[in-house]
């Protein structure tokens, strides 16, 4: 617990620096995904957009609140790693296993990462014994040589984090999921894509509307820190007209973007289909990795292998079909 001290000292005096070095900065260290489920285990993954005022960070510390438990870091090419063990305030039941100790601070060090780039840090762990709507702060210290940067203010319960110059990075642990349906999941979300009457079909099943036959609808899992998604099906035109898919929403994404995938001179590049993507009569079009695809852009929480994403896709003449992907491993199998 010495250590434990010594770091309130360390955390009270870099608040004062940052408070007048740093108020420049704008974007601040905060976490990817900002919600949490009560009682699941995450990947929480920080976003450190700059240096400290021009210079490259060098060492980046976290400490993790009480009822984020059972924490491992992401080892990262090119940082050392350090993990700083010590008592939970309360025991916690790992898998029937009354756990008291473990991870309470993590430290990234000796690394470069310079102030014209950005990075991610990430640390599994799981939200346990943590009432929904509660805000875990994780105070982080940014390290540029011997400039130093606190990430550790917060606000008082009830209070306001807008106007801080350097808070802390929140969690904000929200209901889980655990009570029947989904619904309770649907009621916050943007169902303005959600047209057409009835539940889509199950992920993977295959979907028919007019002439058209939907099939083999995945997307892939996003890796830590990737700020957008992929998804894939295969469209069947069993009739005698042309059709066109001219767009896709989806509540899981702020956008969904129609891609291809071209290369040219050995160089991959993709590049946005405005005008959708034709299904000529009595063709078959698929999309699949590398070629045609789906991009899911502001995506809200990232994908993880076992989900799924409900998209609804727009056809000129077929109208709105609902879908729904299977989100398969990141490599998509
Ligand atoms: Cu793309």
């Known amino acids: 617990m010495k250590t434990l001290k010594t770091f309130g000292k360390t955390f009270g005096l870099a608040a004062l620096l940052s408070a007048t070095a740093f108020a420049s900065a704008e974007a601040h260290v905060t976490f990817l995904d900002r919600e949490a489920k009560q009682d699941s285990t995450i ?17 980046v510390r976290v400490k993790l609140p ?38 309470i601070e993590v430290r990234w060090k000796n690394g470069n990462l310079s102030d014209d780039f950005y990075d991610t840090f990430v640390i599994q762990g799981k939200v346990s ?8 702060a994780f105070p982080v210290t940014q390290m540029c040589g011997d ?11 009830g209070g306001d984090a807008h106007g801080m110059k350097s808070p802390a990075p929140l969690l904000k642990v929200v209901a889980g999921e655990d ?3 989904d619904h309770d999941d649907m009621a916050g ?27 083999g609808g995945f997307a892939k899992a996003m890796l830590p820190g990737q700020p957008v998604g992929g998804g ?63 991009m899911f852009q502001k995506v809200k929480t990232p994908f993880k292998q ?28």
């Not at 924490?71 to 008592?87: M, T, Y």
């Not at 400039?147 to 319960?157: H, I």
Request: net charge negative.
């Open 147 to 157: 400039t130093v940067a606190a990430w550790d203010q917060v606000a008082k319960e």
């Open 43 to 59: 990947l929480a993954t920080l976003q450190v957009p700059h240096g400290c005022d021009g210079k490259a960070t060098t060492e």
């Open 232 to 294: 894939f099906f295969t469209v069947k035109n069993n009739g005698q007209t042309d059709d066109r898919l001219v767009s896709v929403s989806s509540p899981a994404a702020g956008e969904v973007q129609i891609h291809e995938m071209v290369t040219k001179d050995n160089v991959m590049r993709m590049r946005q289909l405005k005008d959708g993507i034709a299904i000529g009569a009595g063709e078959t079009v698929k999309l699949e990795p590398g070629n045609l695809h789906l």
């Open 306 to 333: 076992g989900d799924t994403v409900p998209v609804t896709l727009t056809f000129e003449k077929a109208g709105k079909v609902d879908l729904v992907l299977q989100v398969l491993s990141a490599q998509g199998k």
């Open 189 to 215: 979300m943007d169902m303005t894509g959600m047209a057409g009457a009835g539940a889509a079909a199950p992920a993977g099943d295959t979907v028919k509307a007019g002439d058209l036959e939907i099939s």
């Open 129 to 136: 014994g943590v009432e929904a709507g509660t805000s875990l």
């Open 66 to 103: 009480e009822g984020f438990v059972f924490a491992k870091p992401q080892p990262k090419a090119g940082w050392e790693l350090e993990v700083i063990k010590g008592d939970y305030q309360k025991t916690y039941d790992n898998h029937g296993d009354k756990v008291k100790t473990g991870a």
């Open 179 to 181: 009570h029947g349906h």
